[in-house]
């Protein structure tokens, strides 16, 4: 069964850091690009980055140069690496994952089968 499992989130104040892990069981991770969204309370869902099976990677705006996303498909986990953080950062943190081409990943929610549970980030002081 095809599962994914977030790991990471907490509290955090503003400036700091957090690395998320996204961990795949089930299936072998290489042969999927994977997305990262967050949800706040009372928003809708949006993707803050997501990357290809071969490591191309893409972000929003809101969090360009802030988030880092990258992959270890030995590990069979994507992390999202997040610095100077702010407290509109504070979300629920879910990945997904979807066979794209090789070099293609999404940011829209409807383009992903496969989703996990979510894992909260709070930044606050």
């Known amino acids: 069964q095809l599962q994914l499992v977030e790991s990471g989130g907490g509290l955090v104040q503003p400036g700091g850091s957090l690395r998320l892990s996204c961990a795949a069981s089930g299936f072998t991770l290489d042969d999927y690009a994977i997305g990262w969204f967050r949800q706040a309370p009372g928003k809708e869902r949006e993707g803050v980055s997501c990357?290809?099976?071969?490591?191309?990677?893409k972000y929003a705006d809101s969090v360009e140069g802030r988030l880092t996303v990258s992959r270890d498909n030995a590990e069979n986990t994507v992390y999202l690496q997040m610095n100077s953080l702010k407290p509109e950062d504070t979300a629920v943190y879910i990945c997904?994952?979807?066979?794209?081409?090789?070099?293609?990943?999404?940011?829209?929610?409807?383009?992903?089968?496969?989703w996990g549970q979510g894992t909260q980030v709070t930044v606050s002081s």
């Open positions: 997904a994952a979807e066979r794209f081409a090789d070099y293609q990943c999404s940011g829209l929610t409807g383009d992903y089968g496969y």
């Open positions: 990357i290809s099976r071969v490591g191309r990677t």
